[in-house]
């Protein structure tokens, strides 16, 4: 014996015997509502019953009315709402009132291989294993009987006053017959997991009925006989003859028991650390597959960290296709050969022609109607919905607008792929027009662009306009000598030129005052080409206003110094020679955007602001017709508060006016007005830099 054994004698050795009579019918009772000083064991147990199988079990007991602690009045009050004034053999309460409750079990593990229960008897430790252990609470189920109750006599009060008529006309009623689809395996293992399933089979299970034995019962006192061993004989009963190392397996097993309790995900979860033990190319399948669209940049955050990226490029091109500069997966990877749609049992080759076709028309415009394509593609409106739902987000009056924004930095970045995807998509196109008989010029855009304009250089733009001012200076200066002559001669003379057949220069230039060939700023500005010469001075053109509501209405807010910018793209795109417009100030854009249908936004910036004049005088479209006008105005009116908000104050504000309002408003209004940064709102153009 070790030396560090003296110090710990052994006191007494105790025989554990295994008993094994009720091993298969020993459950273990607790009731954690009761005080364990307040046992059941004098409680008169009316019934019992259980089902094996489940493990349930309920035990009917009676309640001592004759109780000082006893309400009977609540007692009668809730024996009438459960079983009402009639009497009848069904009812829960036969003397009216309320005289036992039920427990009910609940199994307080799942796992009962390491508890038993043990006695003591005469220097011998006998243990039975536990089959279960039960948690016995009250049940109130009496109270869902006496909702019942009182929903059958409510019915039956409202349909009292209509039952004579309802017997004395018999309306013949349309029945709508419906054939269930097969249902799909992963439909099946939906439904076999749900709740309504699962109370189904429990349902189904019998119950057994049992009799109850109190404590002191001398049938109960002869059953606790089996608890004890039935054979002490040694020949039976053989020595353990395992090793201490084998024993104390035995008595904490490896963690293969732990493996079987750990929760299991569903089979089509995989987590990053998962994923990252993948190919690159599973990967990458793997991540479009789930996600559906994303920008690259995106993709490449969620891949490892040193991974290639021209190694994923090559990648992604094998499983997703390039719209709007963003990676969508393709078709035949959300469908593969020789399946078919969960919805309508339609087969993957069909499916894949029509979602294609989609995701075609988003690289021609922004934004398409479900009606259009799937009046084209003839497939079932679940199928079609579920095309656009992977790429697409709806929007009110507007269809179904592409998810993500165009990521103009990786066509620019990557342009020898964008143009290899482009002929992918044309070679695409060509076989789409084949099966659905259509040509790309019938989906154009109703605001697609117009022929490139011819383009001039700043050379030819400043001779030309040096050449104008010369041939005006000389008109002017002909048109000075003719008035002289004839207020002196008193004779009208016809200006000297040097050609006969020149025409008259009816340009803005020649019209107005002119100094070096452009207008006056002291002159009035006509515009004689449209029937204007009759405007007020420095009234703005009808061509102006137009331009006004076409850029509002599709931009809603804007900044002075963001319009003047867009305005000069405009005039700058215009054929040379062609210009409508006169020199225009700042004050007539301005005068101009105030008479269509706008109104300048006072926002409040912050006194240490940087930001440029220009870009302090916000503008925003105040009236279209439209009933959504009454929230964007809402949104001013914050803004003339403050130059930033939050979502929260967007939502509040168009609850207390407008009552409630649904998240799409509140989505839709802040993506044409305002922009995101730092967590918080501003008005577009007002973000500080």
């Not at 803005?508 to 207008?519: F, Q």
Request: hydrophobic share 35%.
């Amino acid at each position: 014996m070790a030396s560090g054994d003296d110090d710990d004698p052994i006191i007494e050795e105790i025989d554990v015997y295994l008993a094994k009579s009720l091993a298969d019918k020993l459950y273990l009772f607790q009731y954690p509502v009761r005080p364990s000083n307040m046992t059941y064991d004098d409680v008169n147990h009316l019934s019992a019953r259980i089902k094996p199988k489940q493990q349930k079990v309920e035990l009917e007991m009676a309640m001592d009315t004759m109780s000082p602690n006893y309400c009977r009045s609540k007692g009668e009050q809730i024996a009438l709402n459960v079983d009402g004034t009639t009497y009848e053999e069904t009812n829960t309460y036969s003397v009216k009132m309320m005289d036992k409750q039920t427990f009910t079990s609940i199994q307080a593990t799942t796992n009962t291989s390491r508890y038993a229960a043990a006695v003591f008897r005469k220097g011998e430790l006998h243990v039975t294993p536990l089959t279960g252990i039960l948690q016995m609470r009250p049940s109130f189920t009496y109270l869902d009987k006496a909702d019942t109750k009182t929903r059958e006599r409510e019915a039956a009060n409202e349909a009292g006053g209509d039952s004579s008529q309802d017997e004395a006309e018999e309306d013949v009623k349309a029945i709508t017959v419906r054939f269930a689809r097969p249902e799909s395996e992963q439909a099946r293992q939906r439904r076999i997991q749900s709740y309504e399933f699962l109370q189904k089979k429990q349902a189904e299970e019998p119950w057994a009925h049992l009799h109850y034995h109190g404590v002191k019962d001398g049938h109960s006192e002869h059953e606790r006989q089996y608890l004890f061993c039935q054979s002490v004989d040694a020949s039976e009963n053989s020595e353990l003859v395992k090793t201490p190392k084998e024993y104390l397996a035995m008595l904490m097993p490896p963690l293969a028991e732990e493996k079987v309790l750990k929760p299991v995900g569903p089979s089509n979860v995989l987590s990053m650390a998962q994923l990252r033990t993948l190919p690159l190319g599973e990967q990458v399948k793997t991540l479009m597959k789930n996600v559906k669209v994303m920008p690259f940049a995106n993709l490449m955050g969620l891949l490892a960290s040193g991974t290639d990226s021209t190694a994923a490029l090559r990648c992604i091109q094998q499983v997703a296709l390039l719209v709007q500069g963003n990676w969508v997966v393709k078709s035949d990877v959300l469908y593969p050969k020789n399946t078919c749609s969960p919805h309508s049992g339609v087969p993957a080759e069909v499916l894949c022609r029509g979602r294609d076709f989609v995701m075609w028309r988003f690289t021609l415009e922004r934004s398409v109607m479900r009606k259009e394509i799937a009046s084209l593609i003839k497939l079932p409106p679940e199928d079609v919905k579920e095309f656009l739902e992977h790429v697409a987000i709806p929007r009110v009056n507007r269809g179904w607008e592409f998810l993500l924004p165009t990521d103009v930095e990786f066509v620019k970045k990557h342009t020898d792929i964008a143009h290899r995807q482009h002929m992918l998509w044309l070679g695409i196109q060509s076989k789409l027009e084949k099966v659905f008989n259509f040509s790309k010029e019938d989906f154009m855009p109703k605001n697609s662009p117009q022929p490139d304009p011819v383009h001039v250089s700043g050379e030819q733009r400043l001779k030309m306009a040096q050449d104008r001012a010369q041939g005006n200076k000389s008109s002017l200066q002909k048109d000075l000598d003719t008035r002289r002559l004839d207020s002196s001669v008193h004779v009208k003379q016809e200006p000297v030129s040097d050609r006969e057949d020149e025409p008259m220069d009816t340009s803005s230039s020649a019209i107005n005052g002119s100094v070096n060939g452009y207008p006056s700023a002291t002159s009035p500005t006509f515009d004689h080409t449209n029937g204007n010469a009759g405007s007020p001075p420095n009234a703005p053109s009808v061509e102006l206003k137009d331009f006004v509501k076409k850029t509002f209405r599709k931009h809603f807010v804007l900044t002075l110094n963001e319009f003047k910018r867009l305005f000069g793209l405009h005039i700058a795109s215009m054929p040379v020679g062609h210009s409508i417009y006169p020199s225009i100030s700042d004050h007539m854009l301005q005068d101009a955007i105030l008479l269509c249908q706008c109104k300048q936004i006072m926002v409040p910036f912050p006194a240490q602001t940087t930001a440029a004049a220009d870009e302090q005088k916000v503008f925003g479209l105040w009236e279209t017709g439209e009933e959504f006008d009454k929230q964007r105005r809402l949104l001013y009116d914050l803004f003339n508060k403050n130059y930033r908000i939050r979502r929260t104050m967007v939502q509040a504000k168009l609850t207390q006016e407008l009552g409630e309002s649904s998240k799409a408003d509140v989505d839709r209004l802040l993506a044409e007005c305002c922009i995101s940064h730092a967590g918080m709102w501003y008005l577009k153009g007002t973000v500080p830099s």
